[in-house]
């Protein structure tokens, strides 16, 4: 296993060259015997020496192989690069040579090529004048094409005179070209006033064009030969604009024209003058509606001419149908707004909102079956803004609402006219007194809440609730009315004749406002009365009430006077005729709705402070007076002692000392009205004393 001295000598050069090669050798060497102490570590593994011998041997003469062939491979390309590196050097010589014989031959050609510099200066100059002599026909035949165009425009001639014009300009925009380019700029001057006719011309036709333009609805369906006309010179004039902005060296003078866009400019004009300037109109009743109806025919016919004519007279890029329908929006737009700007009355504002709202964007303008699909009313937005639109309701509910509140002071005025008539209030067929003042305010509100549904539902929700604040200050309005009728009435209780019976038609008039204002509201779902018009309602049921029961106690209180009396107690006189003015009120009350009726029966309170004084005046023990006293003054402490003293007057049966025991009690026991008390006695009026008088044996007070 071990190397010979020869190895070893033949080996180190190697080594000294290749380190590597020597350390790979030994890890090879390491791992061959790290393999073979693993392999053959007990004796009957020796018997495969052989084997594995032979294994390895074939497996080294193949790397061997395998080795050979690579650096065969790699010498051969060395060889080959060699080979191609030295044909490049005989290249790179060859041209070195020949770009040398190059160089000294320049140097021979430099003073020939100063020759040939002069050559071309003269070359430029001949051009010049060459170029200028082929342009003095044209030049001196501009002022007799201007001249020949003039009268191609006069007849109408347009392409034709265009022409001319463009062949003009063409020369004398390449002319001005050339001097800018040659910085001969002082020239240019000169040019332009040689020129200066194009200027008229150019103006001509561009009056003819516009003309032309603004009578294109006209013309589309007469003659549309003339406005294609002018579309065609429109559009070469564009197509020069283009070149000419693409060139960027040089801009003509009045270029870029922009006729297209003057062209849309003059179409939009001309459809604001026609029917969209400024002009004196009847801005209320069938003045506007007259005008609107005039704008809803020409706006559809217009656009009708225009989609199924003028789109086929000019390109589709002009998208002329989209221009149209957006001019007359826009201009309609502004139109309305200024006729918004007037002080309009309720019907003209009502007339516009139905327009703009539902006539515009409805099949008979904007959604015409003749103008789909093509026109699409929602891509154009609304006709005027939400805000304006809001604002232009509540002026409609403005005026409404003064209209109201004039009809109503005036239903007012005629009601209570009515009072003083010779006859009693109208009875329905159940006999109940009434008026047509429900009647007339409740079908003056719902028919304008109906009228504003038609509209929106905004609207409708302003209108519904301007009628329920007007509804209540009418009530409140009528309250007054009533308060005053009241006391004009106990000036003179005969004015009005039949006073009662009218307070009782108002009661069954507030029943039917109240049972009616639920059907006012727009959703029928929603039927409650909002809580300040419920209590208007109950303030005007309980004044009507109060003037009844008003009226009934002055037409009792002549009998009031003699209670208690030796009369009152002697005889059933004065009982009697209380009892006929009492039926005569019930009788009357019969002609009142139950549930105002019910407003007029009295209380559960007062019916019981009522059998609370009987017991008062009924106790036989007057000792045990002050203790019955202390309870009726803790249950009702709204009684005074002269309430209590005019009791003690009417039994009669009452001594100096019972009475002095009773009011000490009262003042040294006062009772404070408790939270939510109704009051009963604080209201009644004691009448002043009569002579005292006794009742059987008992001493007099």
Excluded at 50 to 61: A, F, P
Aim: glycine share 4%.
């Amino acid at each position: 296993m071990g190397m010979s001295a020869k190895d070893e000598r033949c080996a180190s050069p190697t080594d000294e060259e290749w380190p590597e090669v020597e350390k790979a050798e030994k890890l090879a060497r390491g791992a061959a015997l790290k393999w073979a102490s693993g392999v053959f570590y007990r004796p009957e593994k020796l018997e495969g020496l052989g084997h594995y011998r032979n294994r390895e041997t074939q497996r080294n003469s193949s790397i061997q192989t395998r080795l050979k062939s690579t650096v065969q491979s790699y010498l051969e390309g060395v060889s080959t690069g060699l080979e191609q590196l030295r044909s490049a050097v005989q290249e790179v010589q060859s041209v070195c040579q020949d770009m040398g014989a190059a160089r000294w031959a320049l140097l021979d050609c430099a003073d020939r090529f100063q020759d040939l510099q002069q050559m071309r200066a003269l070359m430029a100059e001949h051009m010049q004048l060459a170029s200028v002599v082929q342009v003095l026909p044209q030049l001196f035949s501009v002022h007799e094409v201007f001249s020949h165009a003039l009268k191609l425009l006069r007849g109408q001639h347009l392409l034709e005179a265009h022409a001319e014009l463009m062949m003009m300009e063409h020369l004398r925009d390449d002319i001005l070209s050339q001097l800018h380019l040659r910085g001969l700029s002082s020239a240019q001057a000169t040019v332009l006033s040689y020129f200066s006719c194009l200027q008229e011309l150019n103006e001509s036709l561009a009056k003819q064009l516009w003309s032309i333009v603004s009578s294109s609805l006209q013309l589309v369906r007469e003659d549309p030969v003339l406005f294609v006309t002018a579309i065609r010179i429109i559009e070469r004039e564009e197509k020069i604009d283009d070149t000419l902005l693409l060139d960027a060296t040089f801009l003509p003078p009045g270029r870029p024209k922009g006729w297209r866009q003057k062209f849309y400019h003059v179409l939009q004009e001309t459809i604001t003058a026609a029917h969209f300037n400024a002009i004196r109109m009847d801005a209320e009743g069938p003045g506007l509606a007259r005008h609107l109806a005039a704008l809803q025919r020409d706006i559809v016919s217009e656009l009708r001419v225009v989609k199924d004519l003028m789109v086929q007279c000019v390109p589709a890029h002009y998208n002329i149908l989209s221009v149209c329908t957006a001019t007359y929006h826009r201009a309609l737009s502004s139109h309305l707004q200024d006729i918004l700007r007037e002080d309009l009355d309720k019907q003209a504002l009502f007339l516009l909102l139905e327009w703009v709202l539902r006539m515009y964007p409805s099949p008979e303008v904007m959604g015409h079956p003749d103008l789909l699909p093509e026109v699409d009313v929602s891509s154009l937005g609304p006709l005027i803004s939400p805000e304006l639109v809001d604002q232009t309701e509540r002026k409609y509910v403005e005026k409404v609402k003064a209209s109201v509140i004039e009809w109503m002071q005036r239903t007012l005025e005629v009601e209570f006219k009515e009072w003083f008539r010779e006859e009693e209030p109208e009875m329905d067929h159940q006999g109940f007194f009434q008026s047509a003042l429900p009647v007339i305010v409740v079908q003056m509100l719902s028919e304008n809440i109906q009228v504003a549904s038609l509209i929106t539902d905004s609207l409708q929700q302003k209108v519904y609730n301007m009628a329920l604040e007007e509804l209540e200050a009418f009530l409140g309005r009528l309250r007054e009315v009533l308060v005053q009728c009241g006391k004009e009435h106990q000036k003179d209780r005969t004015v009005p004749k039949h006073y009662v019976p009218y307070l009782l038609a108002m009661l069954n008039n507030n029943l039917a406002l109240s049972s009616s204002i639920p059907s006012l509201h727009p959703n029928a779902a929603c039927r409650e009365v909002p809580a300040s018009l419920q209590v208007a309602l109950d303030k005007m049921q309980k004044k009507a009430c109060q003037l009844l029961l008003e009226e009934l106690l002055l037409d009792l209180q002549p009998f009031y006077v003699q209670l208690p009396s030796r009369k009152w107690l002697l005889g059933s006189q004065l009982v009697n005729s209380m009892c006929e003015v009492i039926d005569k009120y019930t009788k009357d009350f019969s002609h009142v709705r139950k549930p105002a009726f019910s407003g007029l029966d009295r209380s559960q309170q007062s019916l019981e402070a009522v059998f609370a004084l009987r017991e008062l005046i009924c106790i036989k023990d007057p000792a045990l007076l002050s203790l019955e006293v202390l309870g009726f003054i803790t249950k009702y402490p709204d009684v005074s002692d002269e309430h209590i003293s005019t009791l003690l007057d009417l039994r009669g049966d009452i001594s100096k000392d019972v009475r002095h025991v009773v009011l000490e009690m009262m003042a040294q026991n006062p009772q404070p009205l408790p939270e939510g008390y109704r009051p009963i006695f604080s209201t009644i009026l004691v009448p002043a004393p009569e002579l005292p008088f006794c009742l059987r044996k008992a001493k007099c007070a």
